[in-house]
Nanobody, 124 residues
Framework: VQLQASGGGLVQAGGSLRLSCVASGVPYSSYVMGWFRQAPGKEREFVTVISRDGGITQIADSVKGRFTISRDNAKNTMYLQMNSLKPEDTAVYYC??????????????????WGQGTVVTVSS
């Protein structure tokens, strides 16, 4: 199983980025997919998650109204559109997949596979 995250970079506050996560080696449409992030010196935290068919999403309050998750099952790809970025959004962003749609999907410990992460830096 491989998850390849990309799209990170350096952006000024107020700017936008779109992250992508391509999955291989899994029946993509059978997996719940999520984004987490880890800022320097902090624990990895939940950002957002999307159901297998893309119809249901859950998002952290800290990014609600600014970030949008989506997926294209035909391309085995998940996206995270990040708008109105703030310096506190600076982190390594990780994508993850979980086979079961049940459980607390904001809990990083229940995810089955992880990508390598992509770095997002927001300057003030």
């Amino acid at each position: 199983v491989q998850l390849q995250a990309s799209g990170g970079g350096l952006v000024q506050a107020g700017g936008s980025l779109r992250l992508s996560c391509v999955a291989s080696g899994v029946p993509y449409s059978s997996y719940v997919m999520g984004w987490f992030r880890q800022a320097p010196g902090k624990e990895r935290e939940f950002v957002t998650v999307i159901s297998r068919d893309g119809g249901i999403t859950q998002i952290a309050d800290s990014v609600k109204g600014r970030f949008t998750i989506s997926r294209d099952n035909a391309k085995n790809t998940m996206y995270l559109q990040m708008n109105s970025l703030k310096p506190e959004d600076t982190a390594v962003y990780y994508c993850a997949v979980r086979r079961s749609p049940f459980g607390d999907l904001s809990n990083r410990d229940i995810y089955n596979y992880w990508g390598q992460g992509t770095v997002v830096t927001v300057s003030s």
